[in-house]
């Protein structure tokens, strides 16, 4: 066994140990960490066992080659050691997948926020059939959908949504949406049956907890105000609207949706501290503040990361050439077919770079 296989071995079983130490339990950040990391160690011990397991079984096999002279059992055992020596090579294979590094924010709920961009009132419309999908394909994998804020547009579109999606996997799925999306259809508005072209933006965030990130009170312009558009009289009545800005940042959320000032400011606090534990990844990673910066741009039709393409049918994913020939399954949800595609691309091109 190599060392590393060893050492790995060492620290899963000193995790366990941790999950059962009552200084770590009474410490909820500490007690977060060693469950996610003794949770990302399960299937690389798992893994190493098994291919110790089999070079066993492939080494027992050969021994008995050796003192065997019976043709038939000869036979069965070079059979059983071939067999033990491909599962071996098999599982060293996933080993070195399952070692590739880890995502800092996998195992964390995901905030998506969605806004129409370059196309009016079709943008909005678009960016509806957007926030339907996520939503459509949260259902299809088990996971679970908190809408933050929506704001209806005037034909039925939304001008922005943001809602969290919870699940072990969502940020390791969804990571990849964040970017302008286009699309290419007959609007509803348009009469004369002309295809246009339009965007809609969508930021993916993982979500940062209250022990991720210190927010001081005094960095906080709260301001208060009467609740706008849809929502009823018991809405619009009061000033239960909230405008947080974080001053050093600049960072300005606004949450209008709930009936309580309280709730509106609890919505605004948990996407602020996502967008600034963002900024602090960025600011540590020059190469991911790149990525992350390139996520929305500037929203127009030429930017892009996907084209969704009514008329033949089709969405094309741009950034790895990838088209997929079913559009209305796409936008009710099916999104396994491109993401397992962008997964497998980001994977093949980690083990190209030589990670052992």
Same mark, same amino acid.
Request: a negative charge.
């Given at each position: 066994?190599?060392?590393?296989?060893?050492?790995?071995?060492?620290?899963?079983?000193?995790?366990?140990?941790?999950?059962?130490?009552?200084?770590?339990?009474?410490?909820?950040?500490?007690?977060?960490?060693?469950?996610?990391?003794?949770?990302?160690?399960?299937?690389?011990?798992?893994?190493?066992?098994?291919?110790?397991?089999?070079?066993?079984?492939?080494?027992?096999?050969?021994?008995?080659?050796?003192?065997?002279?019976?043709?038939?059992?000869?036979?069965?055992?070079?059979?059983?050691?071939?067999?033990?020596?491909?599962?071996?090579?098999?599982?060293?294979?996933?080993?070195?997948? $399952?070692?590739?590094?880890?995502?800092?924010?996998?195992?964390?709920?995901?905030?998506?926020?969605?806004?129409?961009?370059?196309?009016?009132?079709?943008?909005?419309?678009?960016?509806?059939? $957007?926030?339907?999908?996520?939503?459509?394909?949260?259902?299809?994998?088990?996971?679970?959908?908190?809408?933050?804020?929506?704001?209806?547009?005037?034909?039925?579109?939304?001008?922005?949504?943001?809602?969290?999606?919870?699940?072990?996997?969502?940020?390791?799925? $969804?990571?990849?949406?964040?970017?302008?999306?286009?699309?290419?259809?007959?609007?509803?508005?348009?009469?004369?049956?002309?295809?246009?072209?339009?965007?809609?933006?969508?930021?993916?965030?993982?979500?940062?907890?209250?022990?991720?990130?210190?927010?001081?009170?005094?960095?906080?312009?709260?301001?208060?105000?009467?609740?706008?558009?849809?929502?009823?009289?018991?809405?619009?009545?009061?000033?239960?609207?909230?405008?947080?800005?974080?001053?050093?940042?600049?960072?300005?959320?606004?949450?209008?949706?709930?009936?309580?000032?309280?709730?509106?400011?609890?919505?605004?606090?948990?996407?602020?501290?996502?967008?600034?534990?963002?900024?602090?990844?960025?600011?540590?990673?020059?190469?991911?503040?790149?990525?992350?910066?390139?996520?929305?741009?500037?929203?127009?039709?030429?930017?892009?990361?996907?084209?969704?393409?009514?008329?033949?049918?089709?969405?094309?994913?741009?950034?790895?050439?990838?088209?997929?020939?079913?559009?209305?399954?796409?936008?009710?949800?099916?999104?396994?077919?491109?993401?397992?595609?962008?997964?497998?691309?980001?994977?093949?091109?980690?083990?190209?770079?030589?990670?052992?």
């Amino acid at each position: 066994m190599s060392d590393r296989w060893k050492s790995l071995l060492d620290e899963h079983a000193s995790m366990e140990a941790l999950l059962s130490d009552p200084d770590v339990v009474s410490d909820q950040k500490r007690l977060r960490d060693v469950s996610r990391r003794y949770k990302e160690l399960q299937p690389v011990v798992e893994c190493i066992r098994n291919i110790e397991a089999r070079r066993s079984d492939a080494a027992a096999a050969t021994d008995l080659l050796e003192i065997t002279d019976d043709a038939a059992e000869r036979e069965h055992l070079k059979s059983e050691r071939d067999d033990a020596v491909k599962d071996a090579d098999r599982l060293e294979d996933e080993l070195r997948t $399952l070692l590739l590094p880890k995502d800092p924010n996998d195992g964390r709920p995901v905030i998506l926020e969605i806004r129409g961009a370059e196309g009016g009132e079709e943008a909005n419309l678009f960016a509806r059939d $957007l926030y339907d999908m996520y939503v459509g394909y949260a259902s299809r994998r088990g996971w679970k959908v908190e809408t933050l804020s929506i704001d209806p547009s005037d034909l039925g579109g939304v001008n922005q949504a943001t809602f969290v999606i919870r699940g072990d996997d969502a940020w390791s799925r $969804l990571k990849y949406e964040g970017g302008p999306h286009r699309v290419q259809r007959v609007p509803v508005t348009e009469s004369s049956g002309r295809i246009h072209t339009s965007s809609a933006t969508v930021m993916v965030l993982p979500e940062a907890e209250e022990v991720d990130v210190h927010i001081d009170d005094k960095d906080l312009q709260v301001d208060v105000f009467r609740s706008s558009g849809a929502g009823g009289q018991s809405v619009n009545t009061t000033d239960s609207a909230v405008r947080i800005t974080h001053i050093p940042t600049g960072i300005v959320v606004s949450m209008q949706d709930e009936r309580s000032q309280i709730q509106n400011r609890a919505r605004a606090m948990t996407v602020l501290r996502s967008r600034l534990m963002q900024a602090a990844q960025e600011e540590q990673d020059a190469k991911m503040s790149a990525e992350r910066r390139s996520q929305v741009g500037g929203g127009g039709r030429s930017e892009k990361i996907r084209t969704y393409n009514f008329k033949e049918n089709r969405r094309t994913d741009h950034r790895i050439g990838f088209t997929i020939y079913s559009l209305s399954d796409v936008l009710a949800g099916d999104l396994d077919a491109v993401i397992d595609a962008l997964a497998n691309d980001e994977r093949t091109r980690q083990l190209a770079g030589g990670v052992d």
